[in-house]
């Protein structure tokens, strides 16, 4: 007798004696991580974190957050530096289904390669990532002739999150071979939690960025009487290497 009648049969006899059928669970297939953290599955580690909208920094002894900031006075981006080492973090929308690291490491490769530089996919602790150098320049001086491109070392890293997607650039001693710095900021790279929000947004499109509280209103008290000061505040980030 075929399994499915009599599977039919039983149920549908179960459901005339007014037996309720079993309950159908569908158990929903989660990679586990140790972290970056998707808000829902934010660790009760006790670690401090310093908000940033989007993005939930973890404020680690011996280093220290440099933010940038553009002409509005709006949060355009975020850096953490230790030592002789930068890493630069920033969030991003992302499919449903689907992430977009993949896509985006041939983007960055292609980009280094037509500027002279390279970057070669490697295995690393948060899976495959981009090694290699960048081409970056820095801004020119008052009076000073036009500085010269340079080539830096570089490590960009990619996680892909529920609807998000984090990505890191290394720079400095930690993409050079410095493996105590590169176990810090690895470290800060994965205590990130990150909040997505529920609103639909583009894909690729950044995660809108604040500045905590305090620091928004000390940045308050500093402006002038006429609006917000113009370029970089002082401590700011450099951009990093094209995304």
Do not use: C
């Not at 059928?21 to 808000?39: F, K």
């Amino acid at each position: 007798m075929p399994f499915g009648r009599r599977r039919n049969r039983i149920d549908r006899s179960l459901r005339e004696r007014g037996v309720p059928p079993e309950p159908q669970t569908r158990i929903r297939e989660v990679e586990e991580t140790t972290g970056p953290w998707d808000e829902a599955d934010a660790p009760q580690d006790g670690l401090a974190r310093i908000d940033l909208g989007a993005i939930r920094l973890p404020a680690l002894p011996g280093m220290d957050l440099r933010v940038e900031l553009n002409q509005q006075q709006k949060v355009i981006g975020a850096t953490l530096r230790h030592g002789g080492s930068l890493l630069q973090v920033a969030a991003f929308a992302a499919p449903r289904a689907a992430g977009i690291w993949d896509d985006v490491r041939a983007e960055l490769a292609r980009s280094a390669s037509g500027q002279g530089a390279s970057l070669t996919e490697v295995e690393g602790p948060f899976g495959l990532e981009l090694a290699g150098t960048v081409v970056a320049t820095t801004p020119p001086q008052p009076g000073q002739p036009a500085p010269r491109a340079t080539r830096r070392p570089a490590r960009f890293l990619g996680v892909d999150g529920p609807r998000w997607f984090l990505r890191g650039l290394l720079s400095g001693s930690a993409a050079a071979g410095g493996e105590e710095e590169a176990k810090a900021l690895e470290a800060a790279f994965r205590g990130i939690v990150v909040v997505r929000g529920s609103e639909p947004m583009p894909v690729r499109e950044p995660l809108p960025l604040t500045l905590p509280p305090q620091a928004a209103a000390q940045l308050a008290a500093q402006q002038p009487p006429g609006g917000p000061a113009q370029g970089r505040p002082p401590g700011g980030a450099p951009p990093g290497a094209p995304a």
